[in-house]
């Protein structure tokens, strides 16, 4: 089922994600529907607060033939290089805005699986951008919560043009 994805700056973005501690059906369904809506979006990424849930879990496919699904269940970094990387990010809850943001080259990320086993793993590049980016929004953050406040004051204001314009388009 397609979730609608909440749009920025809904209250719903800046609140913090609880634990999830047992996988129910209510979880594995919820992760089905949450991949359902990225990959039809599309996306790189979804976390749960981006449908309205908030819950830890977020699921992440940056493959180019969206056969390399990734379901984290309250996903944390463990390990983050001191060297840093800047990436040109996006946000479906910031759709159609692109901001470059620094962020640890290289992060280790422990999680549950859907089978309620912990797992970890190494990432760098895309990978390591959308993880660190997906668990952002678990704790209330977005990308450009990352900017100077002038640089986030003048990517909003680009925002508003780009929904104004959205608007006149349809
Ligand atoms: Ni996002």
Known sequence: ??????????????ATAEPIDTITDEIRELAANMAETMYDAPGVGLAANQVG??????VIDISEERDELLTLINPEVVEASDELCEYEEGCLSLKGLYEKVKRPDEVTVRYMNLDGETREFTATGLLAVCVQHEIDHLNGE???DHLSKLKKDRARTKLQKIRRNEQRNA
Not at 1 to 14: C, F, K
Not at 53 to 58: A, N
Request: proline share 13%.
């Open 1 to 14: 089922m397609l979730l609608p994805i909440v749009q920025y700056p809904d209250p719903v973005l800046a």
């Open 142 to 144: 977005v990308f450009i």
């Open 53 to 58: 849930v908030l819950k830890r879990i977020v």
